[in-house]
């Protein structure tokens, strides 16, 4: 099994920057592709960033593109969420996940574990 405890959110104005810090504990992350989702308020949560285990290949969602970049440190058993360029429609609980697959998964559903969720807020 893998714990995972989010970090770093914040309030934040738009235009700034906050990185997220997902740590695990139990089994080494080396063994999960990891994602990053977001739930705005009063939405369904949605598919951010994904990275494969070895840290390799990165997917983004389209909202994203370009402002947020996602990394790991397997050592570390932590994986980060730069996020540059915030606006105000990027408020939300981010969630870090993990899952056991070798590809990157886009759907909630593939994720065996989740955090407890960290929230952002950008002010316009």
Request: proline content about 3%; hydrophobic content about 35%; charged content about 15%.
């Amino acid at each position: 099994q893998v714990q995972l405890v989010e970090s770093g959110g914040g309030l934040v104005q738009a235009g700034g920057s906050l990185r997220l810090s997902c740590a695990a504990s139990g089994r080494t992350l080396s063994f999960y592709a990891m994602g990053w989702f977001r739930q705005p308020p009063g939405k369904e949560r949605e598919f951010v960033a994904g990275i494969n285990r070895s840290g390799g290949r990165t997917y983004y969602a389209d909202s994203v593109k370009g402002r947020f970049t996602i990394s790991r440190n397997n050592a570390k058993n932590t994986v980060y969420l730069q996020m540059n360029s915030l606006k105000p429609d990027d408020t939300a609980v981010y969630y870090c996940a993990a899952n056991p697959s070798l590809a990157i998964a886009t759907i909630a559903g593939e994720y065996d574990y989740w955090g407890q969720g960290t929230q952002v807020t950008v002010s316009s």
